[in-house]
């Protein structure tokens, strides 16, 4: 079946919100810590990492169902625990997220750690209650452990802590983002593919599109940072680039996203043109 990015977009982010919120509100657990794990989930936020990996199995020709959305959703709970514990004092240390009081504002920072604590262990749960065949599910869960931990994530936001101190070349930055931002979509892009079942090369093919896309992204949510009477602020593709060669980063990061979707295609039954839709996100106005 193929479907517009925008149709997909329009029917699947509702769903992905209602999916995660009827499912957390079967979760036995302590009441305060319920209360928190669903504030943050249900606070919004794009949902643009399930997004991707739903958007990858159905153009594959697979479909959609209530548990492979909750598996695709499992991917939400870590980036909404990193959002969480981001924002703590010791972090970043923010008053608000996605329009709310942070976490910690509103339940205190015992119960935020806590919250984000638990909705990690909550992802693999998600993971692995599907009727995915178990060699899918070790994968998955084996791919998200590396992607969210210190070989992923949690190793580029402590880079990225470093850098206060340090002023990374662009290898460095790359680096740090790879980590940060690029870990987590490349495992949203992989895991529609390992769901899917489909060859090895083409799930390492589509970890690279994410790769790529989340560096697109994180030099994008520079460039949008960039406003005209501000200095460049430091570790950011501005600053080493010039805005203009951030740009042009920009765009070459696209256009080789999108070659990489286009090679899929070439060689398989793939709904390129539903994939291409999310790279419209890079088409706002810098
Ligand atoms: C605390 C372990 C730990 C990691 C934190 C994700 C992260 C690492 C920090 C958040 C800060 C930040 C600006 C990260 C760059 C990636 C980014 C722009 C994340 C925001 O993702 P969106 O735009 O957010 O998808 P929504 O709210 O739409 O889900």
Redesign the pocket.
């Known amino acids: 079946m193929t479907q517009t990015y925008q149709a997909f977009y329009a029917q699947y982010v509702p769903m992905i919100s209602a999916q995660m919120a009827a499912d957390l509100a079967t979760l036995k657990a302590p009441a305060i810590i319920k209360e928190a794990m669903q504030y943050s989930v249900n606070a919004g936020?794009?949902r643009?990492r399930p997004l991707m990996t739903l958007a990858i199995y159905q153009a594959f020709g697979n479909a959609i169902d209530a548990t492979i959305i909750r598996t695709a959703s499992a991917l939400e709970l870590v980036?909404t625990y990193?959002?969480i514990?981001?924002d703590l004092p010791a972090?970043d240390d923010d008053d608000l997220r996605?329009g709310l009081p942070t976490n910690h504002k509103k339940f205190g920072e015992a119960n935020a750690i806590l919250a984000g604590d638990a909705l990690l262990s909550q992802a693999f749960v998600w993971l692995t209650e599907n009727q995915l065949p178990a060699t899918v599910q070790v994968q998955l869960v084996h791919q998200l452990a590396l992607a969210s931990g210190a070989t992923g994530?949690?190793g580029g936001?402590v880079e990225d802590i470093l850098g206060a101190q340090t002023t990374y070349d662009l290898a460095g930055l790359q680096e740090v983002h790879n980590c940060?931002?690029g870990a987590l979509l490349s495992y949203a892009a992989q895991a529609g593919a390992l769901m899917a079942q489909v060859d090895a090369q083409i799930v390492a093919q589509l970890a690279e599109f994410g790769q790529i896309y989340g560096l697109a992204?994180?030099i994008q949510?520079d460039l949008l940072d960039v406003t005209d009477n501000t200095d460049l602020e430091r570790n950011t593709y501005p600053q080493l680039l010039g805005v203009a060669g951030a740009k042009a980063a920009l765009q070459t990061n696209v256009e080789r996203a999108q070659q990489i979707i286009d090679q899929i295609a070439a060689t398989t039954e793939f709904d390129h043109e539903l994939v291409r839709g999310f790279l419209s996100y890079f088409e706002r106005k810098n």
């Open positions: 936020g794009k643009l980036h990193s959002l514990h981001d972090m996605r994530m949690v936001q940060k931002t992204f994180q949510d």
